[in-house]
C-alpha cells in the first residue's frame, strides 16, 4: 500500500491523515468543502510542531509529511488510493451515501475502511462491492497521541484484509486489539456508557461539572474527567453513539442522558463547537452549569 485516502477531515480525519503521512504513505483527504480540508492541514501542520516540541516527532519528518498530503472534494480522486479510511459523521445513511459515491471510483483490488464508533460494520460492508475487503478500523483521539487502533473484521471480511490492517496499523505505529462487531465495539461500549453516566449524575444534581471531572481525575486516575472527554470526543458523537447502542440492543440502560439530548438539541456539540459542559472562549475553560 501507498496510497491512503481519508474521507472527512475533522477530529479524527486529520489525525488519520497525519500519521498516515508521517508514516511516508502519500494521503488524499477529502471533506464536503475543500476550505474544511484545507483547514484539517493547518491543524496537522500545527500538531506536527507539538510533536516536535514534545520529541515525538522527527522536525526533519514535518515538510515531507505534509507535502505527501493533498485535498480534495471529488470522489474521482479516491481512484489512486490502495486503502481509503471513511471518517466521515457519525450518521450511518451519510456514511452510505459517501460510499455509495465512492466505490464505483476505486481499483478493483482498493480496501475499504471505517472509523465508525459504533455502527455496524457488517451493515456497512454490505452496502459496497466489496465486503471481503471492508473492515472497522477505528482510532481514537487525539489519533497522534493515541496508540490504540481497532480492528472490527464484518462477516465477510476475509482474513487477507484483517492481515493487510494488522500490518497497516504496525506502519503507522498502533498497537491493534481486534473486536467483535458488536455494537460500540470494545472500548467505546465500556466508554460511552460512563461518560454518559457522568451527564445524567450531572443532571440529577449529583456534583458540578468540576467536581465530576475531579472526582474521576483524582480518584480513578483518567487523564481527562468524563464531562472534559465528552467535550472532547463530541457530544453529537457521542449522542450518536448510545443511540446507536440503545437501538442495536433494545437495552434501556443506554439510553442517552437527558442533558446530553438537551446540549446537542442547543448545538452545543464541546470543544470543537466552542462550548459543551464547559465554554471554550476564554483562556481556560468554563463550566456552562
Ligand atoms: N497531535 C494532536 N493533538 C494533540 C497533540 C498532537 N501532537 N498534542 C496535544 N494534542 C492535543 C490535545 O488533544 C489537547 O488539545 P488543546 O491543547 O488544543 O486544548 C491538547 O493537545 C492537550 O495537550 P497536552 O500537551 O496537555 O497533552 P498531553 O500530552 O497532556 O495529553 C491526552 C493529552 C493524551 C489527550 C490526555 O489528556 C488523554 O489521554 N486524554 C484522554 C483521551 C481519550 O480518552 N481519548 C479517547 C476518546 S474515545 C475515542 O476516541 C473513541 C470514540 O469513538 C469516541
Ligand atoms: P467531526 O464532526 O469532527 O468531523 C466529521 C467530518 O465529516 C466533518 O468535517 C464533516 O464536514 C465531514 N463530512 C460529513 N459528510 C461528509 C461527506 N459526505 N464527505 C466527506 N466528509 C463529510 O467528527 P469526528 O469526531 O472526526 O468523527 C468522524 C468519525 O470518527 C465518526 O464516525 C466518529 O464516530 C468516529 N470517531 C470519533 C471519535 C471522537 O473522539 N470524536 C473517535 C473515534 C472515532
Known amino acids: 500500500m501507498q496510497v491512503i485516502g481519508v ?25 464536503v468543502a475543500l ?16 510533536g516536535v516540541s514534545k520529541g515525538i516527532v522527527a522536525a526533519d519528518a514535518v515538510t515531507p509529511a ?83 487502533v481497532e480492528i472490527i473484521p464484518g462477516l465477510a471480511t476475509s482474513d487477507a484484509t484483517k492481515a493487510a490492517m494488522h500490518a497497516f496499523a504496525t506502519k503507522i505505529g498502533k498497537t491493534a486489539i481486534e473486536a467483535a462487531d458488536a455494537p460500540a465495539f470494545i472500548v467505546n461500549r465500556i466508554l460511552c456508557p460512563m461518560l454518559n453516566e457522568a451527564i445524567f449524575a450531572l443532571g440529577e444534581g449529583v456534583g458540578s461539572v468540576l467536581d465530576i471531572d475531579a472526582g474521576l481525575k483524582l480518584g480513578a486516575n483518567h487523564p481527562m474527567g468524563p464531562l472534559t472527554l465528552a467535550d472532547f470526543v463530541g457530544l453529537d458523537t457521542l449522542l450518536s453513539i448510545m443511540r446507536v447502542m440503545q437501538d442495536a440492543t433494545g437495552d434501556p440502560k443506554y439510553r442517552p442522558a437527558p442533558l446530553l439530548v438537551k446540549y446537542v438539541e442547543a448545538g452545543w456539540f464541546g470543544k470543537k463547537s466552542g462550548r459543551g459542559f464547559y465554554d471554550y472562549s476564554g483562556e481556560t475553560p468554563t463550566p456552562t452549569r
Open 35 to 50: 476550505d474544511r480540508a484545507q483547514a484539517a492541514v493547518r491543524t496537522i501542520e500545527k500538531n506536527l510542531g507539538r
Open 66 to 148: 505534509l507535502a505527501r498530503i493533498t485535498v480534495t472534494t471529488d470522489s474521482a480522486a479516491f481512484a489512486a488510493a490502495d486503502l481509503v479510511i471513511e471518517a466521515a459523521t457519525e450518521s450511518e445513511p451519510i456514511k452510505l451515501k459517501i460510499f455509495a459515491g465512492l466505490v464505483p471510483h476505486l481499483k478493483a483490488d482498493a480496501l475499504l475502511a471505517t472509523n465508525t464508533s459504533s455502527i455496524s460494520i457488517t451493515r456497512l460492508a454490505a452496502a459496497t462491492d466489496r465486503p471481503e475487503r471492508f473492515t472497522g478500523l477505528h482510532f481514537f483521539n487525539p489519533v497522534p497521541l493515541m496508540t490504540l
Open 7 to 31: 474521507i472527512g477531515a475533522g477530529l479524527m480525519g486529520n489525525g488519520i491523515a497525519h500519521v498516515a503521512a508521517l508514516a511516508g504513505y502519500d494521503v488524499i483527504l477529502s471533506d
